[in-house]
Structures are given as C-alpha cells and as structure tokens.
C-alpha cells in the first residue's frame, strides 16, 4: 500500500521514558497516518507497551510531545485521548467478565435518553461496530465470559470504535491467540485501515505483522532501531534490527527509512 502523505494524525515528538534507573523510551519519534496500519516489534522489554501507553494518555512521557493533525496536545488521560480522537486496546483488554457485549463496549459512555439506558440504541450500535470489525460474536448480550479469544479481542477493539475515532493502538492483540483467531483479528485490523483509521499494532509475530501492516517500526532498547516498509522489509533485516545483530554476527547499524516510500 502507498504510503499515505500530508499531516501524520498522530505524531510522537522526542518521546523519553523512564522507570527510575530504566531507560524505557528514549527519544522516540514516530508518526501514523490515516488509512495506515503501523506495526511496532521489539524484544520483550524494547519499550513498546510503554510507548502504547504514551500514546494513548495511559502515561506520561518525561520528556517529548504529542501532536494530533501537527498540534502538540496534552493527554492526561486515557479519556482525554479518546476525546482526540485516539484509543487503545491493552493487554488486559480490561473487559467486564459478567457483563453482556453491549454493556462492556457502552462501559462508562452508556447512551441514554430521558435519563434512562437506551438499551435499543446500544444493541444497534453494538451490531454496527461489530460488523465495520466483520466480527462475529453469537449474540451481542451473551456475557464476555462466554466468548473466544478472537471475539472478545473484538469486543475490546469495538468499545474503540463506539467513540469514533481517528487512531486505534493495539497492543499484542495476538498473544494468547490460535491460528484462525489469529486470521480474525488481522482481518479486523485490516477492516479498520479500509474505514480510514490509523492503527499501530503491536507484535512479536514477523508472520503476522508482514501479513497486515504497512510500515514496521522496530523498537530496541527504548529506541527506534529501523523502520521499514512491510512489503519490502526481510525477515532478516527485521530480527538484525530487534536483535542488534546482523546475520554477520556483526552490531547492526541503525536502520532509517529511506526519504520516498
Ligand atoms: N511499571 C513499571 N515499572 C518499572 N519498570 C517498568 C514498568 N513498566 C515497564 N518497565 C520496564 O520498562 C522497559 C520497557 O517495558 P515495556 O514497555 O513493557 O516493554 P515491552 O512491551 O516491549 O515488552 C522494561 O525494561 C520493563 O521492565
Ligand atoms: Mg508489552
């Protein structure tokens, strides 16, 4: 896919981090764009849920700045991220086990209408996100209990979209998946691109993230350490810039983008 040009929805700006002693981001920049699927791969500790979560107003970054459409913002929180238009799905999915589809995706922004739940509405609004996701769940007031792992991965990624928004990050939304739950979630995220979002997938998977994402943005040791078209970055070239070590054996040299893409 072509590379989409002109104003980065999201944009971060010198993005540091850090743990007490941990260096977890260290002078990050990265943009995503509309109608883009951006993935973000990395060891186990690279800094990369820690970048999602700088993202997405779950944390503070110490030093740096995050501009949506070019403006620096300031996004204290989750909420006043998804209010500029960018959500995030975590590890956690943080979904209520006892509640029904419905309520979980309507969870703290439940629609009502003279003061009561407008329970027809969130039905219909739940069926709609669903489908722009192709998801399918066998009812959309079966409790969350009851559900695979694809689904509720669905059910986290359509609270998402119940706020409309410009960005979806995701952080590893294929751990703990099997292979045709796997297809269903890459599926979805392709179906977010085409409805125009920007999305940032996180992932351990080279299979996977070579099947879906446009762009592959390597994190090692808190900082970017390549970022490579999906269409043309070699398995090889990806795990040198993870690891830092070329198939030499040499230190790999810090990989950039080339100016046209
Ligand atoms: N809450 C925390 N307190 C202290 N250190 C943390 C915390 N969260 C992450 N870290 C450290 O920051 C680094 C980056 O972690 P993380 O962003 O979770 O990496 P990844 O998601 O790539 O595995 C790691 O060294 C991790 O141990
Ligand atoms: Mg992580």
Redesign the pocket.
């Known amino acids: 896919m072509n590379r989409t040009p002109g104003t980065p929805v999201l944009s971060v700006r010198g993005v540091s981090r850090n743990?007490?002693a941990?260096r977890?981001l260290v002078d990050v920049d990265l943009d995503i764009h509309a109608h883009e699927v951006v993935a973000i791969v990395?060891d186990?500790?690279?800094?990369?849920?820690?970048?999602a979560r700088v993202m997405s107003g779950a944390l503070a970054p110490d030093s740096g700045t995050i501009e949506v459409d070019g403006a620096p913002v300031t996004m204290p929180s989750t909420r006043a991220a998804r209010e500029l238009g960018i959500a995030a799905v975590f590890q956690d999915l943080a979904l209520a086990e006892n509640l029904d589809v419905v309520q979980n995706l309507f969870l703290g922004q439940e629609l009502r209408r003279a003061g009561m739940l407008d329970e027809r509405r969130m039905e219909r609004r739940a069926w709609e996100v669903l489908s722009q996701l192709a998801a399918r769940v066998p009812s959309v007031r079966a409790p969350v209990r009851a559900l695979s792992g694809g689904q509720r991965q669905a059910v986290a990624v359509a609270r998402t979209l119940v706020g409309n928004p410009r960005v979806v990050v995701l952080d590893e939304p294929l751990a703990s998946l099997g292979i045709s739950q796997t297809a269903e979630v890459l599926n979805m995220v392709e179906r977010l691109r085409e409805s125009g979002l920007g999305v940032v997938m996180i992932s351990h998977s080279m299979v996977d993230v070579q099947a879906v994402a446009d762009r592959i943005v390597v994190?090692r040791l808190?900082r970017i350490n390549g970022d490579f078209d999906a269409e043309h970055a070699s398995y090889e070239d990806l795990i040198a810039a993870i690891t830092g070590i070329t198939p030499t054996g040499r230190a790999a040299r810090p990989t950039t983008r080339p100016a046209t893409l």
Not at 44 to 51: E, M, P, V, Y
Request: overall charge positive; charged content about 5%; hydrophobic content about 40%.
């Open positions: 743990y007490g941990v977890a990395g186990i500790g690279a800094g990369k849920s820690t970048l994190l808190g």
